[in-house]
C-alpha cells in the first residue's frame, strides 16, 4: 500500500499541469518542491530499479498470485521511469558524468521519454491507485 501512495506522489510531481488546473495555490508548493526534484527523481530511480530486480528474483509469485507479481512489476518500472527523468539532472552530474558515453545515452534516452512525462504521472497515478486497491484486493 505505502508503495502505491509513493506512487501517486511521484506522480503528482512529475504532472504539475493536472495539479494546478485542480488547485489554484498548488503552484507554490511546486515550487517549493522543484530545488528537491533530482533528489526525489534519483531515489525513486534506484526504489524503481530495485522493485523491477526485486520482482524477477520472485517470479515464483507468478504461479501463485500473477495479478500482484504484473502489479508489482508494472508499478516499479513507472517508478524507475519517472525517478529517472524527474531526476536526470541529478543522475548526470553523480553518475554520467564521468564517462560521455553514458552521458550521451541517458542524454538520448531522455530526449525519448521527456514528451511522454505527463502520460508517465498519469499511468503512475493510475497504477499507484491499483497498487493499493491491490493490496487490499490480494493479500499474499
Known sequence: MIYGITLILLSIIAVPSLILSKKPNAQELLDK???YQGWIGLVFCIFGVWGIISALLNIALLSIAPIW???LLAGSV???ALGFMLGFGMINQLILS???A???KGAALREKLAPK???FGILGL???G???AASFLFTI
Open 102 to 104: 553514458a552521458q550521451a
Open 126 to 128: 493510475v497504477v499507484g
Open 78 to 80: 513507472v517508478e524507475a
Open 117 to 119: 512525462l505527463g502520460q
Open 69 to 71: 507479481w504484473i502489479t
Open 33 to 35: 518542491v522543484a530545488p
Open 98 to 100: 564521468k564517462n560521455e
Open 130 to 132: 491499483w497498487m493499493i
